[in-house]
Every structure is written in structure tokens, then in C-alpha cells.
């Protein structure tokens, strides 16, 4: 299973500091040689001064007016709770901070190459809390956490997930954001905000309009991007509202990306990871862009059924209603052709997709044919020039792959041209006992 590049595991400090024989194990059966711990220091007082709370906890009025705005202008999550136990957004109080530096020092002298893991805007998926990322208090605050990050703990990296708008099994959240900051940065990208909102209701009203026998036809074999933008007369604010919400993370990743560096040692790497390439630029991941602001990538696909499964099933429960005369199987093989899926064996009905079963990802789902079609496209769609180091379940929460998928997975990886790989967990790759 060993070769060349990257081979890396998501950890914390705590597995670092009690398990070292299990990543001497790690280092011997499959080459580990690098760890992205997730971020578990104390932020001193200069940091959390930037913080956009108004207080400990703060406010609900201060948290609504932070998250993004749907197209009704209800905020993005109306569930507050978890958001006030954090000092700002994504980072939370009473870290071990002597823990994390014992675990990088550890890492150090095994061998291992260290980054630090932290969140972007979209806090929580699945209560949809979103931070808006035209606010300057809330992109200030990430500046100064990311700074501290790179400047304050000898690591070799900073590695930066949920840096996007929320998960595609949440319809809703295509429609975020549309508070006056974003109206304001829209302007300020050469977008107008208002018009391209005023397109999307248009392409909705015009997209129930059609029968189901013409919507039918759309999935048919033989239709292709093209005829699918004529049949349904998608205006061109359409595509705008996804380009200008790629546009704006990108601004601001890439000014994270210059603080960083200016602030780390010569060598120190910044990078984002990526939701699946047929997906991404639905939640502001443009990859053909990602170089801008980006030290590597790190493709995003250990996550089968709530990315590109529950993405479909969500999807299907929304338009459904608007057609039902339409028979499940062919709605569900539209959605695979809009999404690029449909070259895959997948289920003719919802119920084959298993969710919530142990084995969904893999039961009635070519799983290791829907991880590299994803793969394939990202290493098409990234730069060539930058290092790619795709994110698979090596054997941990919530799915735990068979071996015997991972392994033609790394394979498949190799073949396409990735420099590496992360794992999230490796149950199923190392048999070592995990003590509490």
C-alpha cells in the first residue's frame, strides 16, 4: 500500500500524546509521515480582542447578525447554542495549549511533519449556521486565529476545512447570502447582487413550470450541459450568484493566505480542502482557482453519503412535490446527470441508498468508483502544478470503508496524478488497540 508523496492522519494532541506506539505503527505499515491535528491551544488576549462577539456568551442579536441571510432573509440557523460556548466563530475556550505543543514537539522528533487544523465560516452543517464572509469583523477574526496559528507553535502547515457556504444536502443553503455586506461585496466584484436574486426566483418559477414529461426528457441519454441550459432557460444570474460567492472566498482566503505567510518561516504551507468536484462550485469552491490561496489541495471525499448521497436524496425530496407524476427512478437519474454522477451504477430508488446503515456507502453504491470519478475531476480541475492530497476514510466515524476499497482507492489516486493522501481514521488499514 506504501508509495511515494503524503500520507497523512487527521488527530488530536491527546491521541498523539498517549498513542506514540500507534503512530510508530502507522509510520512502519503504511508511511505516515505527516499529522493535521486539530487546533486545541489557548488564544491569547491580542487574539480573541478581535473577536466579532459583543460579549462571553454573546448576544442573540449579535449572533443573527453575523450568520448569512437566506433569499427570505431568515438567517442561515436559528439554533444558537453551540455558537455562544465559542470565544468567536469556529474556536472555542479552554484549550490544553501544553498538551498541543507536548504533541507537536512529539511529532517532531518521530519524524512526522505537523499542521494545524482550523474552521472556516460554516461552523455547523447540520444546523446550517453559517458566518458571513463579507463581514470584515468575522474575516478579521479568522485573520488573527490563523496568524497566531502559524506564527505561535512551530508547525509546518495550516490546513483549513469548512471554508465554504453549507453542505449541498442542505437546498436552502444554496441560496445564502444576501445581507447588505454581501450586497456591498457583490458591488465590489463587479456583481449586482440584486439582479442576480431576482434570476434565481426567475429560473425557480420557470423550472416548476415545466411537465414532468419535459423534465423526463432532460435525463434522457444524449442530453447534455447545453441543452439542459436551453431547455430550461437558466438566465445568467444564475450562474453569476455561484461565481460571485467562489469570488468571495476567494478574496478572503487569499488574504488569509498573505497574513499567514507573512507571519510563518519560509516553507510553511496554508491550504484549504475541498468539497467533491462535482459539487464544489455550488458551496464556492472554484478548484480551477485554488492556487490563488492555496498551498496544496485536499480533496474531500471520505464523507460518501452526507456529501454526494444525502445531496441527492435532499434534492429529491424538494422537487419531488413539484412534479408527482414523475416516477422516482427517473428524477433520481436527472439528478445524477445534473450533477455528473450519471456514468456511475447507482440506485433507481432512495431507499437503496441505505442511509443512516453502516454499510450505505457501499451496500447498493460503487464506492470506490464514485470516490475516483470525484478525484479524477478534482486533479482535472485544480492546477497541475499544485500538490494534491485527497481526504478518504481509512476505517473510522461514521462509515468505516472495507480495506479492500481503500486499497484500490490509494491505487486509483496514484494513477490520476495526486502527490498523497490523508486518512480519517485507520481502522481498517492497522490493527492497534486504542486504550482510552
Given amino acids: 500500500m506504501n508509495g511515494p508523496g503524503v500520507v497523512g492522519l487527521y488527530t488530536e494532541a491527546g491521541t498523539i500524546c498517549r498513542h506514540a506506539g500507534y503512530l510508530e505503527r502507522l509510520q512502519q505499515d503504511i508511511g505516515l509521515n505527516l499529522l493535521i491535528v486539530g487546533f486545541s491551544g489557548r488564544l491569547p488576549d491580542a487574539v480573541t480582542a478581535t473577536t466579532p462577539y459583543d460579549g462571553q456568551p454573546p448576544s442573540d442579536d449579535c449572533l443573527q447578525a453575523l450568520l448569512c441571510r437566506h433569499l427570505d432573509g ?46 472556516g465560516w460554516t461552523v455547523h452543517d447540520f444546523d446550517v449556521a453559517m458566518f458571513c464572509p463579507a463581514k470584515e469583523s ?27 457556504y453549507p453542505m449541498t444536502s442542505f437546498p436552502r443553503g444554496l441560496g445564502l447570502c444576501i445581507c447588505g455586506d454581501c450586497h456591498r461585496a457583490a458591488a465590489e466584484l463587479g456583481y449586482d447582487l440584486t439582479a442576480m436574486v431576482a434570476d434565481l426566483r426567475s429560473a425557480w418559477t420557470r423550472l416548476t413550470a415545466l411537465s414532468s414529461s419535459r423534465l423526463a426528457a432532460l435525463g434522457a441519454d444524449g442530453l447534455g450541459a447545453t441543452d439542459v441550459l436551453q431547455a430550461t432557460g437558466l ?32 516553507g510553511f504551507v496554508f491550504g484549504v480542502d475541498t468539497y467533491p468536484a462535482s459539487l464544489a462550485m455550488l458551496v464556492g469552491h472554484d478548484q480551477t482557482r485554488w492556487d490563488r490561496f492555496s498551498d496544496f489541495a485536499s480533496p474531500l471525499v471520505s464523507h460518501l453519503d452526507i456529501f454526494p448521497m444525502q445531496t441527492l436524496a435532499a434534492w429529491h425530496a424538494t422537487l419531488s412535490p413539484q412534479w408527482p407524476a414523475l416516477s422516482e427512478s427517473a428524477l ?83 494513477d490520476q496524478g495526486h502527490q498523497g493522501y490523508m486518512l480519517q481514521g485507520t481502522a481498517s488499514l492497522v490493527d492497534y488497540p486504542m486504550p482510552g
Fill in 74 to 119: 431568515a438567517p442561515s440557523a436559528t439554533r444558537l447554542s453551540h455558537l455562544r460556548q465559542a470565544l468567536g466563530p469556529h474556536f472555542y475556550a479552554g484549550g490544553d495549549d501544553g498538551e498541543l505543543r507536548a504533541a507537536l514537539a512529539l511529532a517532531r522528533r518521530m519524524g512526522l511533519s505537523v499542521w494545524l487544523l482550523g474552521g
Fill in 138 to 164: 468575522v474575516n478579521r477574526w479568522y485573520e488573527a486565529v490563523y496568524t497566531h496559528m502559524a506564527a505561535d507553535y512551530g508547525a509546518d502547515g495550516i490546513d483549513i476545512t469548512h471554508a465554504r
Fill in 235 to 266: 438566465a445568467a444570474g444564475v450562474a453569476d450568484w455561484f461565481q460571485f460567492r467562489a469570488r468571495l472566498l476567494e478574496r478572503n482566503l487569499t488574504r488569509f493566505h498573505r497574513a499567514v505567510h507573512r507571519a510563518a518561516p519560509p
Fill in 332 to 414: 433520481l437519474r436527472l439528478l445524477y446527470r445534473l450533477v455528473g454522477y450519471d456514468s456511475l451504477a447507482l440506485p433507481e430508488r432512495l431507499a437503496d441508498f441505505a442511509l443512516g446503515e453502516p454499510d450505505a456507502e457501499y451496500r447498493h453504491v460503487p464506492l470506490a468508483d464514485f470516490v475516483l470519478l470525484d478525484t479524477a475531476k478534482a486533479r482535472l480541475y485544480l492546477p497541475e502544478h499544485l500538490p494534491s492530497y485527497p481526504i478518504i476514510q481509512g476505517g473510522g466515524a461514521p462509515h468505516r470503508w472495507p480495506r479492500a476499497f481503500i486499497e484500490r482507492i490509494i491505487a486509483g489516486l496514484r
